[in-house]
């Protein structure tokens, strides 16, 4: 995104806006006596520079990353590993990436505050980019992660089963989807732009695109949850039917198939259940149309960056959306 925005418009003085931002963004604010005070740790930390490769100015330059862009990118991966490790607690995961996952030979402890020093660490490279929009949108997705999260555990739109309550529900999956997964990578593509000095448009056309492409990737990954195998996604698969959590596919199942209601009601908690319900969805359209639902947001999010100069990065982009629906693990 960063490539793809930095030769797209930018907003007036925003190269000395960048410069600016380029030359102190590794730097801490408060007195290093102060941050360092009795934390080895610290002193390692940050005396580890980042190389800032300021973008060329005309169009038609070499394009490049700025330094705080691939600040970002590692700030958004702390959060999302973050993430992960107290997801893997959450769901009682046994493997991650092909390996066992870090509950398993770690336990659960160390993967919580494994996770919580990675957040630590993250909000203190955010606060150094010193980009107050920035701050504001990634410290927003860390809430937003963990509403997502506490919308899947605690389903409360999902209490009734009637024909009515069915498109609320869907409706209510997005939204959890969109929190739980859409909005790290939406708000992290804004921030990019952001930090490149691009105008309202062309950020609001990065966070279109986060938002869709994110939106697909996880109604995937909900597809493939049915439709992969644990050695092929490398982590758990049929897992959430027996996490008691209904995923697009069941809620689409269930409009041809009501006897899922009651199911969906209950978290699949009656013996047979989780088994009955994934002999419907097989059954059903449920799959199909999800995959239908992501190409759709692919679509919009292909659409949003028409307005970028065509440029390998924006095939790059491009390219993300038919990974997303096409990958198998
Ligand atoms: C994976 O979902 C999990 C997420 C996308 C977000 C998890 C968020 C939290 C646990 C809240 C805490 C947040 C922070 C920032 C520490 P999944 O279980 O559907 O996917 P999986 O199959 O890959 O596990
Ligand atoms: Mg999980």
Not at 37 to 54: E, G, K
Not at 103 to 108: D, E, T
Not at 130 to 151: D, F, H, M, T
Not at 243 to 257: C, I, R, V
Request: hydrophobic share 40%; glycine share 6%.
């Amino acid at each position: 995104m960063a490539r793809a925005t930095s030769v797209a418009p930018k907003v007036p003085g925003w190269q000395a806006a960048c410069v600016s931002l380029e030359s102190k963004f590794n730097k801490p604010m408060a007195p290093k006596s102060i941050i360092q005070d009795r934390n080895p740790d610290l002193t390692l930390l940050s005396s580890r520079s980042m190389p800032a490769d300021i973008l060329g100015t005309a169009p038609g330059d070499p394009i490049a990353i700025l330094g705080t862009q691939r600040r970002l990118a590692e700030i958004v991966e702390l959060i999302h590993t973050a993430s992960l490790l107290h997801d893997d607690v959450v769901d009682y995961a046994e493997t991650r990436r092909g390996m066992p996952s870090a509950n398993v030979f770690s336990g659960n402890k160390l993967s919580v505050l494994a996770g919580d020093y990675m957040l630590g660490r993250a909000s203190v490279f955010l606060a150094r980019l010193r980009q107050p929009e920035v701050i504001e949108l990634i410290a927003e997705v860390i809430s937003e992660l963990v509403k997502g999260e506490l919308y899947q555990l605690t389903n409360t739109n999902i209490d009734y089963c009637s024909e009515e309550y069915l498109s609320k529900s869907l409706d209510y999956y997005l939204e959890k989807t969109y929190l739980k997964t859409a909005s790290l990578i939406s708000k992290s593509c804004r921030a990019s732009a952001v930090l490149g000095g691009a105008t309202e448009e062309v950020a609001d056309a990065a966070y279109t695109y986060g938002k869709h492409m994110g939106l697909a990737f996880q109604l995937i990954d909900d597809v493939l949850d049915y439709t992969g195998s644990s050695e092929e996604l490398g982590k758990p698969a049929t897992a959430d039917l027996e996490l008691g959590l209904a995923t697009a596919p069941t809620f689409y199942a269930w409009e041809e198939f009501p006897e899922l209601g009651p199911m969906i009601a209950r978290k699949f908690s009656q013996e047979g259940d989780a088994a009955k319900a994934r002999e419907l969805v097989y059954k059903s359209r449920g799959i199909e149309r999800t995959r239908e639902l992501a190409q759709s947001f692919c679509n919009t999010a292909r659409e949003s960056i028409q307005i970028f100069p065509d440029t390998e990065a924006r095939a790059g982009l491009e390219e993300v959306l038919n990974m997303v629906l096409t990958r198998k693990k």
